[in-house]
């Protein structure tokens, strides 16, 4: 990792690092996964990744590890292969239009690029259920909204930033719609994981007849 992390104490059981990007995040999210796993992260009951941070909670013994944390050796992130969970869409969201001029291209070539595109959930938060997907190359990022909606239907797909991500419920949002989600349920608290997206899920959406594909 070319930057040591910055770690900060939060109330007595846990440690928020910041790293210095999403990458080193991943990798540092994928590290603390593989010390459990070993044993050899006693005392951990909740890890959260964020976009450049990883939140332990429950550690029995904070100082000692915030003073281990800084000198782990950490690799860069190894991408899975296992199969990616499919997401039917269709491309027929009220931000199609602007995002297609913003990209420079046709709302039609806008479900192309997003489906073709291969996802990885980065983290999860905002809602129960959503996940923030990394993947699309830098040149289709886009600003969210100047004017936010208050309400965004659940199952709107949308993008802002680097990321893509499925409304799970609805809720009010600055997100760039382009899309809907069909028969999908991210979260089902009565369904083991209720969650269907988790860090490192891998992510691909097939375009569906009624929308521009």
């Known amino acids: ?39 050899t992260l006693p005392g951990v009951t909740e890890i959260v990744p964020g976009a450049r941070t990883v939140l332990l909670d429950g550690l029995s013994e904070p100082r000692r590890l915030a003073a281990e944390v800084t000198g782990w050796e950490i690799p860069p992130p190894q991408r899975g292969s296992e199969a990616a969970v499919e997401i039917p869409v269709r491309y027929d969201g009220p931000d199609l239009a602007d995002v297609a001029g913003m990209w420079g291209v046709t709302p039609e070539e806008v479900g192309r690029v997003h489906a073709a595109t291969p996802f990885r959930v980065a983290f999860c938060g905002f809602a129960p259920g959503f996940g923030y997907l990394t993947g699309l190359p830098e040149r289709y990022h886009v600003p969210r909204r100047s004017d936010p909606r208050t309400r965004v239907p659940a199952g709107s797909v949308a993008l802002a930033g680097p990321y893509t991500g499925v409304y799970p419920r609805s809720s009010p949002g600055g997100w760039q719609l382009i899309g809907t989600a069909v028969d999908t349920v991210l979260w089902d608290a009565g369904r083991e994981p209720a969650a269907l997206f988790s860090p490192g899920t891998r992510v691909r959406f ?6 521009r594909e």
């Open 1 to 39: 990792m070319p930057e040591s992390p910055v770690v900060l104490p939060v109330g007595r059981h846990a440690l928020l690092i910041e790293l210095p990007g999403a990458e080193a995040a991943e990798a540092f999210h994928a590290e603390v996964l593989r010390r459990r796993a070993a044993g």
């Open 206 to 211: 097939v375009p569906q007849d009624g929308g």
